[in-house]
């Protein structure tokens, strides 16, 4: 069960490259304006607590000390929280109505066009990675808690 909560981490993390990728490219780090945005320290920390979390779990794996999953798990649950933040920024942001969206906003600092970086994310890479983060968070919880021992 450990390895799978690897391969699921792994797999999340690729679809995370991709849409920090996107948001760079689309201007994010200067995203300052306005609220309905995801602001950097929100993704910069999703990112962060991520990728520790990823580097203690794989410690994790090589040393089978159950502390490890314990914090990795935690860590794994912020990074949850603040996915979550960031997907309700998103959803908002995709549900303004047609005669929002029918006049684009003025150009802010960083939103090219007058659109987040973030509407540039994928809906299919939207999807997946949170079903598979959400699979991520069971079997790391399920092997922190001895499931498969």
Known sequence: MEWAALITWVVTAGGGFVMLGLWLQGGGMRQTAGSGIIRPP????HFALAATGLVIWIIYLASD???LAWIAFVLLVVVALLGFTMLAIWLQQRSATAAATAQPAPAGPGVAGGQPA?????VPIVAAHGLVAAATLVLVFLTAIGVGD
């Not at 929100?42 to 920390?45: F, R, S």
């Open 42 to 45: 929100l993704i910069l920390g």
């Open 65 to 67: 000390a159950d502390a």
């Open 118 to 122: 973030e509407r540039r994310f994928p």
